[in-house]
């Protein structure tokens, strides 16, 4: 059973450019959560989707940010016109449900995107 | 809002002394508490969770630690470190709302550990 899969592993983008960064969860689990973690600190959460649904973006800047989780396919966090600042490791983590205790969430090993 | 503080950004133990990492919550509800282990480069890899019943819990590598809800901690412990525990450890609070449950996560703490 294949854990959670982000692509790229690595990504560099020149200021201005969009990144896309790829989520597939786990078999099975129909919850996706995207953090970002910048240098030196903790993962600060982003958003939460369902399938085909946001549930929860309130970590999201309000601008540039995009993020979908279709019916078919990976989830994908999208950033438009990038700039240094976006510079961070983002991980994505799946869950099969959430509200009960055991819906442990499994992390991805990270987009590191770097803007220069 | 639940928040969570992690004592001492970097942590230096000798290698067979007493691991103790310091982690403690804010939650205005009952909070399921997990520490996760970060090796460079890498993902994030669960150590040991909180939910409910027993209070000391235990993980994997020879890890534990206690819900100490008087004292809103849950530090983590181990006897004797290794020198492959080296690695970022950090502390998390997940608090279920309706449909909303996400981590919130502590800064983190840096272990080293040294000959």
């Known amino acids: 059973n294949a854990g959670v899969m982000q692509n790229p592993r690595h990504l560099v983008r020149r200021r201005g450019q969009e990144a896309r960064l790829r989520c597939s969860p786990m078999?099975?689990?129909?919850?996706v959560y995207w953090y970002r973690q910048l240098p030196e600190e903790g993962l600060k959460f982003m958003v939460y989707l369902q399938k085909e649904n946001i549930i929860d973006e309130s970590g999201m800047p309000k601008e540039r940010f995009s993020a979908e989780f279709p019916k078919e396919g990976p989830s994908i966090l999208r950033i438009q016109q990038v700039v240094r600042g976006d510079s961070a490791a983002y991980f994505c983590?799946?869950?099969?449900?959430?509200?009960?205790?055991?819906?442990?969430?499994?992390f991805g090993q990270g987009t590191r995107l770097t803007v220069v | 809002a639940q928040s969570v503080t992690q004592l001492g950004s970097h942590v230096s133990v000798s290698e067979g002394a007493l691991v103790l990492l310091r982690c403690n919550y804010s939650?205005?509800?009952?909070?399921?508490l997990f520490w996760y282990v970060q090796y460079p480069n890498q993902g994030l890899q669960l150590l040991l969770k909180y939910t409910t019943g027993a209070t000391l819990v235990k993980g994997i590598n020879g890890f534990e630690a206690e819900f100490k809800k008087s004292e809103t901690s849950f530090h983590l412990t181990k006897p004797s470190a290794h020198m492959s525990d080296a690695a970022e450890y950090f502390c998390a609070v997940r608090v279920n709302t309706g449909t909303a449950s996400k981590l919130t996560f502590g800064t983190g703490t840096r272990l080293q550990v040294t000959l």
């Open positions: 983590a799946s869950s099969p449900r959430t509200g009960t205790a055991n819906a442990e969430a499994f």
């Open positions: 939650s205005s509800v009952p909070p399921y």
């Open positions: 078999k099975g689990h129909s919850h």
